[in-house]
T-cell receptor
Framework: TQLLEQSPQFLSIQEGENLTVYCNSS?????LQWYRQEPGEGPVLLVT?????EVKKLKRLTFQFGDARKDSSLHITAAQTGDTGLYLC?????????FGKGTLLTVNP | NAGVTQTPKFRVLKTGQSMTLLCAQD?????MYWYRQDPGMGLRLIHY???????AKGEVPDGYNVSRLKKQNFLLGLESAAPSQTSVYFC??????????FGPGTRLTVL
């Protein structure tokens, strides 16, 4: 069974601060995705990374896939209240998809 | 272009009753998925489909059945609902494996 561990589980910060959340596994994935989910809604895909060492930027969000394709990180610069939500990572190999339990981020004004 | 829609949005069942959740997508995606999301458990894959007429089991398939008779629809059935099936159910679709667009969810309560 492939497991994805996300840390921290909860994170509460002030607007303007920087933060990093992590997604780790003992398994190798062919690709890894990050989603953000807001209360009462479905997850929304933010990014897909497929190459070991790959770095992708989406405005203030920076995603990195580990060299060994077992881990990933999401860094947010100058967090805003609109970044509040549940951040989920999802690893895939063939048709098997495994989600982490998520990091619940609260950005306070 | 509505994306992924789910019907119904909310439902309350009594133990032993049956129901079908409908997922529809208008993006011509080959892949479709059903998940359940529970507090502390994250998203868990119930069943998935890699194309019209195909279905396969995911991580937690027991107590559920699915059908993909048309490419745009993926149905999730509960034959005899149990309180343990109280959850939020999400459908997703994607053009290729591992890329998923989620619907808004169905909140199901089994009494």
């Amino acid at each position: 069974t492939q497991l994805l561990e996300q840390s921290p589980q909860f994170l509460s910060i002030q607007e303007g601060e920087n933060l990093t959340v992590y997604c780790n596994s003992s398994s190798v994935f062919s690709s890894l995705q990050w989603y953000r989910q807001e209360p009462g809604e479905g997850p929304v895909l933010l990014v897909t990374v497929v190459t070991g060492g790959e770095v992708k930027k989406l405005k203030r969000l920076t995603f990195q896939f580990g060299d060994a394709r077992k881990d990933s990180s999401l860094h947010i610069t100058a967090a805003q209240t609109g970044d509040t939500g549940l951040y989920l990572c999802c690893g895939g190999s063939n048709y098997k998809l495994t989600f982490g339990k998520g990091t619940l981020l609260t950005v306070n004004p | 272009n509505a994306g992924v829609t789910q019907t119904p949005k909310f439902r309350v069942l009594k133990t032993g009753q049956s129901m079908t959740l409908l997922c529809a997508q208008d993006m011509n995606h080959e892949y479709m998925y059903w998940y359940r999301q529970d507090p502390g458990m994250g998203l868990r894959l119930i069943h998935y489909s890699v194309g019209e007429g195909t279905t396969a089991k995911g991580e937690v398939p027991d107590g559920y059945n699915v059908s993909r008779l048309k490419k745009q629809n993926f149905l999730l059935g509960l034959e005899s609902a149990a309180p343990s099936q109280t959850s939020v159910y999400f459908c997703a679709s994607g053009p290729v494996t591992l890329t998923q667009y989620f619907g808004p969810g169905t909140r199901l309560t089994v009494l």
